[in-house]
């Protein structure tokens, strides 16, 4: 079975503790989700596959006034694969996909007041995440057995200060006035010349 990040992702929170689907995908929401991101859907299909390969176990567990769930643990199999991972090399490359920075950059389609909203709603969920990422990284800071979750609250909190910061400097510089790139320029040298502007490296 090939494992994926996310199948050590899984593998790592519970290393933490036994959880349920249902508590491993409320976990992810409140820990990795912010560089990480795993659907509920994701959280049980990776479950199945780890229990399937031996590397999770999971036994019922009686709940007060409702079905029993199947609760999960890392098998010795599950350790061993998840210390072998941990032992590697980590890419140092940090990809981001985001989906409102690709509007943004196509934002000459777009009338420019709707650029402007779009930037604006950037900025408010990143000091939205700032302010909660300056709660929990105090507490954390708190707890010496918390250096590395720490560490990890630690970057989300600047990347959202950074995120803040480079919305505030973008919006100064939004033009008022809709711009024209137009494919069907007759020139393709000079058609092509935004574009080989914005992929020439330094």
Sequence with gaps: MRLTTT???????LSFARMSGYDLAAVSQRSIANFWPVSKTQVYAELRRLAEAGLAAGAH???SGGPAKTVYELTTAGEAALDAWLAEPAEQRLRLRAPALVKLLL?????????REQLLAIRAAAAGRRDELDALTTRLRANPDAVYAWATALFGLRFAEATVGWADEVLGRLPDRA????????????????????????
């Design 61 to 63: 567990a009686e709940t």
């Design 7 to 13: 199948s050590y992702a899984i593998l790592g929170l």
């Design 107 to 115: 934002a000459h389609r777009a009338r420019p007041a709707r650029a």
């Design 179 to 202: 711009i024209s790139v137009d494919p069907r320029r007759p020139s393709p040298t000079r058609a092509r010349a935004l574009l080989d502007e914005i992929g020439r490296r330094p």
